[in-house]
């Protein structure tokens, strides 16, 4: 869509965007890929439109990739930004859908960048959750060759995880083996690293108690390999602070973001492109990703949620990925590669996070175990499952005992 055809929508959004003040932090992310040798994430509370005109240009040119429940009060701070540094803008407002991270919303953001003739000096600048960071990263990474990509994530997951690392993917649907379509996701991407990373975590005020509890999944994830990620005293700092990230205070909020992106961003240093053989390297950060995706697009199951009731429908990414970990732990327990019992505290954290901690409707578990062999980390047809050791460190396993995996599958059967 053309500037002027968004002059109307930003001149009827007035309410004022978040509030400026807390502490703020900047972690260095370094690295050896596109754009450059490093960039800054900016955390702190009411940063974005304060930050966004300067990081495109003073007289610069930029499309901006809207997640389309955004509340408007975070898109005019935003516009007005643009243009006081007189920036030239577009806009593209896409669904933040598993089902709308695909090849063809790409290409949309895409015809939008050469409708407005966005120039390689330009950029891309994506305004929402992981879905919308994960699109525009990828069009960022093939329109013109390559353009700057600047991530203004709006969810906790997406600030804790997506935005940072310069993974970037669409998702893929295929038949299965009984006709329906199957959704592969993340299974096209791109390594394209972004220009600079702003988390504003006055965005989380909005946020659904759901999708906050989803990004805590995420920080759970880092939680359990902190020694690893170089930071012994993360899972210790988290259980102590779940009721003051529950009650979104904001200082808490940013330490919570700092840690987390600095975490990921020694793994990103060390391993980039996720091609290291010494360890697990980045592949850590797949820690119960490959029993979460396999669960994420199942239909049929439901759950207690955090007040009690019943939710029914798929499971959202982040649940999917604490019944991951969960799972992957389990396994790891019948591998005699953590000692019994290693589950309960994990249990126990995700509970009082209000993550599902088991479902019901779960198909058997040969068909979920089915389901992971559509896993990127498969080689030769083989399951390959990062799975956590002894010393909060993990191991990338070649073809895991399945009775194993099965039995960790099974229970998480409600």
């Not at 998702?171 to 988390?199: E, I, W, Y």
């Not at 990004?215 to 012994?232: W, Y």
């Not at 175990?369 to 010393?391: I, Q, S």
């Amino acid at each position: 869509m053309s500037r002027r055809k968004h002059e109307s929508r930003a001149r009827r959004v007035r309410a004022s965007g978040p509030k400026k003040g807390g502490r703020g932090a900047v972690v260095r992310v370094r690295t050896r890929g596109t754009p450059g040798a490093a960039y800054d994430v900016r955390i702190g509370s009411g940063v974005l439109a304060r930050r966004v005109g300067g990081l495109i240009g003073p007289g610069g040119a930029a499309l901006l990739v809207i997640d389309s429940g955004l509340p408007a009060g975070f898109i005019g701070p935003v516009v007005r930004a643009c243009d006081g540094a007189k920036v030239r803008w577009g806009a593209c407002v896409i669904d933040a859908r598993e089902a709308d991270k695909s090849l063809g919303t790409v290409e949309r953001v895409c015809v939008e960048a050469a409708s407005m003739r966005l120039e390689r000096g330009g950029c891309i600048v994506a305004l929402g959750g992981g879905v919308v960071g994960d699109v525009a990263g990828l069009a960022g990474a093939v329109y013109r060759r390559g353009v700057r990509v600047i991530q203004c994530p709006t969810s906790l997951l997406a600030m804790v995880d997506a935005s940072v690392g310069g993974k970037t993917a669409a998702n893929l649907t295929v038949s299965g083996q009984d006709g329906r379509p199957r959704l592969l996701k993340n299974m096209v991407g791109a390594f394209h690293q972004p220009a600079a990373v702003v988390c504003d975590v006055a965005a989380l005020a909005s946020l659904p108690d759901r999708e906050l509890r989803c990004g805590l999944a995420e920080c759970v994830k880092h939680a359990l390999m902190g020694p690893l990620l170089g930071d012994r005293s993360m899972r210790a700092w988290l259980e102590s602070r779940i009721e003051r990230v529950l009650a979104r205070d904001p200082a808490t909020l940013v330490d919570l973001v700092k840690r987390n992106v600095a975490a990921k961003a020694r793994v990103v240093r060390a391993d980039e492109r996720e091609t290291s053989r010494r360890g697990a390297g980045r592949a850590a950060l797949n820690l119960g990703h490959t029993f979460g995706h396999a669960l994420e697009g199942l239909a049929g199951l439901s759950w207690r949620n955090a007040a009690g009731g019943m939710e029914v429908g798929p499971l959202k990414h982040g649940e999917a990925v604490g019944l991951g970990l969960l799972a992957a732990v389990r396994t790891s327990e019948r591998l005699r590669l953590l000692p019994a019992g290693a589950d309960g505290p994990l249990a126990d954290l995700l509970g009082r996070i209000g993550l599902p901690t088991s479902v019901e409707g779960l198909p058997a578990g040969e068909v979920v175990a089915e389901r992971m062999r559509d896993d990127k980390k498969v080689a030769g047809g083989a399951l390959r499952l990062v799975l956590p050791v002894r010393g909060g460190r993990v191991r990338v396993v070649e073809r895991p005992a399945a009775a194993a995996v099965r039995a960790a599958i099974e229970s998480l059967r409600g």
